[in-house]
Nanobody, 115 residues
Framework: QVQLVESGGGLVQPGGSLRLSCAAS????????MSWYRQAPGKERELVAG???????NYADSMKGRFTISRDNVKNTVYLQLNSLKPEDTAVYYC?????????WGQGTQVTVSS
């Protein structure tokens, strides 16, 4: 059974940092492209960053420089480091996996940036 379990979200002040984690199980993690998406209230889900099996990375233009995606193929975990957070970064952040067997989503973790 495929599972993607996000953690690390929470309430943070503007300018603060968070590290999100997504623990994967039920598939060959190292062979899957992993991504983080986010969805703010009233908005469509958007790509934040993706990391391919060979660790090629892409970021949404608006996320470059503040966010860093990484993966650990031993721990079957993908991370998203969020720095210099802004109120407009408030959203539910979702983990996504794409590979031969299909596409999978986690349940999401809430990030709220507020003073």
């Amino acid at each position: 059974q495929v599972q993607l379990v996000e953690s690390g979200g929470g309430l943070v002040q503007p300018g603060g940092s968070l590290r999100l984690s997504c623990a994967a199980s039920g598939f060959t993690f190292s062979r899957y492209a992993m991504s983080w998406y986010r969805q703010a209230p009233g908005k469509e889900r958007e790509l934040v960053a993706g990391i391919a099996p060979g660790s090629l990375i892409n970021y949404a233009d608006s996320m470059k420089g503040r966010f860093t995606i990484s993966r650990d193929n031993v721990k079957n975990t993908v991370y998203l480091q969020l720095n210099s957070l802004k109120p407009e970064d408030t959203a539910v952040y979702y983990c996504n996996a794409v590979g031969r067997r299909g596409e999978y989503w986690g349940q999401g973790t809430q990030v709220t940036v507020s003073s």
